[in-house]
């Protein structure tokens, strides 16, 4: 009796390798590109946004510690182990960042256009980078939303 109450018992848990490593796991399938992805954001939080003829503007002057926030809570969305808690945290700070980075490029045509000084006003890298991280942070999100 007892040898098959032990037979029945070992049937229910994970016998494979693979299934006792995945129990313990703390990645998922979008880590990788959720931290690519935030630390992009967080990277070109600090860079400079803008570049005009007088030298460059930080991001961190303005709107870049929003981003920079939005980065650090997209690289601790990778290292959450449930799906649906990091499509969370990818879509949402992906949103935030792409909706900040599309205000910032539309203030610079704005500004360009007012003041007559088209090609004086540039984007810089950071800008730049955080609207790259906005696109992986997104694209990851997309695909955390479909994979099952």
Not at 19 to 47: P, Y
Not at 93 to 121: E, F, N
Request: with cysteine; charged share 10%; proline share 4%.
């Amino acid at each position: 009796m007892t040898t098959a109450r032990q037979a029945l018992s070992t049937t229910r848990r994970p016998t494979t390798a693979a299934a006792s490593r995945r129990a313990g796991q703390i990645i998922h399938a979008g880590s990788a590109a959720m931290l690519v992805g935030g630390l992009l954001v967080a990277f070109g939080s600090v860079l400079p946004w803008v570049s005009t003829p007088a030298g460059s503007l930080s991001g961190t002057a303005g709107a870049g510690l929003w981003t920079l926030c939005a980065g650090v809570v997209a690289i601790a969305g990778a290292l959450i182990p449930h799906r649906r808690v990091a499509l969370v945290h990818a879509a949402l700070p992906g949103l935030a960042v792409a909706a900040i980075v599309a205000w910032q490029l539309a203030r610079l045509m704005q500004l360009s256009a007012t003041t007559d000084s088209w090609g004086k006003l540039l984007p810089g890298i950071g800008l730049v980078l955080a609207g790259g991280g906005a696109v992986i942070l997104l694209r990851i999100a997309a695909r955390l939303r479909h994979s099952t």
